[in-house]
């Protein structure tokens, strides 16, 4: 094994051919190797068309050779032909180059996008951004047990980048939820159950911002993400909201879809 780069830049580990010592092949696809072959091959044929033999043996063990050498160069030649796609299932082609893989990286960063571009829209109708101030329930120390306390908080950060069309409200959906993650900083002084200070917690945008076709939503399914997933509530949100340039680059979304989706292990 050795190291290269991969096309997204991250270090991969790599073949190293046992026959010739370049990177990125082995031996059973070498095209040295393949080369010799075919040229031992050649050399062996013209051999055995003549008289050249002294000796029985010599001629025999050519034509043992030849038999050896086809061998070797025919299971090079077919090493591959019968594989699958490991995307697709499908032979004659591998992941890399899978019409169905690059396909569906096209349609799924399409959604996303549209996804996006809508997402944006509804953090902005409510002032979801960083700087906005809200209110999030959190659990603190009371006597020898603990409270869930209403504190206001103001939104550090807004992970933008990792919201992708999977995130979408839909009619099947058990719960009524959104999966964008803030980071929020609590103003005020809040202990934990541990006796721990509290100043930085996680919390998750209201449901509404996922909804972005504005489908009806069953009161059942409000319920439960009301109680497993309630978001936090706007106290005073902000005019002006800018995700990052990354947010609507077709590249850097289809990158995303790749490894989260499409190449998810
Ligand atoms: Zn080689
Ligand atoms: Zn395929």
Redesign the pocket.
């Known amino acids: 094994m050795a190291y290269t780069y991969d096309e997204n830049g991250n270090y991969k580990r790599t073949v190293r051919c046992s026959h010739c010592w370049e990177k990125g092949h082995n031996k059973s696809s070498c095209p040295d190797r393949k080369k010799q072959l075919q040229a031992s091959i050649k050399t062996l044929k013209e051999r055995l068309a003549t008289d050249e033999y002294e000796y029985d043996y010599g001629r025999e063990n050519d034509q043992r050779r030849l038999v050896n050498v086809t061998e070797q160069l025919s299971k090079m030649m077919n090493k591959g032909k019968g594989r699958k796609?490991?995307?697709?299932?499908?032979t004659g082609?591998?992941?890399r180059?899978?019409?169905?893989?690059k396909q569906d990286i096209g349609i799924y960063s399409a959604e996303t996008r549209t996804y996006r571009e809508k997402f944006l829209e509804k953090m902005r109708e409510i002032g979801l951004g960083v700087g906005a101030i809200v209110r999030e329930t959190i659990r603190v120390q009371k006597d020898d047990g603990f409270e869930d306390v209403a504190a206001l908080a103001y939104v550090e950060s807004v992970d933008w980048l990792s919201v992708d069309h999977r995130d979408k409200w839909s009619d099947n959906d058990y719960y009524y939820k959104s999966n964008c993650n803030l980071g929020l900083r609590l103003l005020g002084d809040y202990v934990n159950r541990w006796g721990e200070k509290m100043s930085k917690v996680g919390a998750v945008a209201p449901a509404s911002v996922a909804n972005t076709d504005n489908l009806h939503v069953s009161d059942e399914a409000r319920e439960r993400g009301m109680r497993g997933y309630p978001g936090v509530e706007i106290v005073s949100g902000v005019d002006s909201i800018h995700p990052p340039k990354e947010f609507f680059d077709d590249e850097a979304i289809a990158k995303w879809i790749t490894s989260e989706i499409v190449d998810a292990k």
């Open positions: 796609c490991s995307y697709c299932d499908e082609h591998n992941r180059s899978c019409p169905k893989r």
